[in-house]
């Protein structure tokens, strides 16, 4: 089960911090990944991390502005976004995949208004 958190409404240009918990698996083992939808449009993924070095891949709408990043002691995986615009507005969904296995989170709605 995964679990995000940190989503809100924020002004453009501003920051956020979300969190996804995982709880019932061995967390360690799964590579991670945070998705997005915006209303009308297909899911896509925003950020990468996997299981081992840990190698991150980002999509090229946010390079240079979120950052994901994980804690196998607390099971959490997090995703600082920076210098948020109207177009990030989604809800973000947390994932975990593995040979074989593939969770996804409940979402967490992010909005960026003034």
């Known amino acids: 089960r995964l679990v995000e958190s940190g989503g809100g409404l924020v002004q453009p240009g501003g920051s956020l911090r979300l969190s996804c918990a995982a709880y019932g698996l061995v967390f360690s083992r799964y590579d991670m990944s945070w998705y997005r939808q915006a209303p009308g449009k297909e899911r896509e993924l925003v950020a990468f991390i996997d299981s081992g070095s840990p190698n991150t891949n980002y999509a090229d709408s946010v390079k240079g502005r979120f950052t994901i990043s994980r804690d196998n002691a607390k099971n959490t995986v997090y995703l600082q976004m920076n210098s948020l615009k109207p177009e990030d507005t989604a809800v973000y969904y947390c994932?975990?995949?593995?040979?074989?296995?593939?969770?996804w989170g409940q979402g967490t709605q992010v909005t960026v208004s003034s």
């Open positions: 994932n975990a995949r593995t040979i074989g296995l593939d969770y």
